[in-house]
């Protein structure tokens, strides 16, 4: 049985998943290695629960899917400019990797 309190530990449990997902997805690009997409989608999932919970987003979450979300919104002016070049080719991956996932 789960009691009042376990409802934040769990949250705290999904936010640290979710960093550790991003951070992997990071990582995994530095090293020039392809990001499967389901660990993108999971990242997608474990977001959108603490965002529906009204948790923070970890730093590297919200680095990983605000820039992917920018890119897709396809804004007039990207950010990219403004972000090192490490960033911005994470965020020219994930936004391939999600189109690919979308037409599947």
């Known amino acids: 049985m789960t009691g009042p309190g376990d409802e934040p530990d769990k949250m705290a449990e999904v936010a640290g998943l979710a ?7 990071l990582d995994q690009h530095a090293a020039g290695t392809s ?5 993108f989608r999971m990242l997608v999932r474990a977001a959108r629960m603490l965002l529906d ?3 923070p987003w970890p730093p590297s979450v919200e680095h990983v899917v605000m ?3 920018r890119r897709l919104e ?5 950010a990219t400019e403004e972000l090192p070049p490490r960033s911005h080719d994470v965020v020219v991956h994930l936004t391939q ?3 690919a996932f979308k037409r599947s």
């Open 53 to 55: 919970h009204g948790v």
């Open 97 to 99: 990797a999600l189109s």
């Open 19 to 25: 960093a550790a997902i991003a951070d992997r997805i």
């Open 74 to 78: 396809g804004a007039e002016a990207p």
């Open 67 to 69: 820039e992917v979300a």
């Open 35 to 39: 990001i499967p997409p389901e660990q």
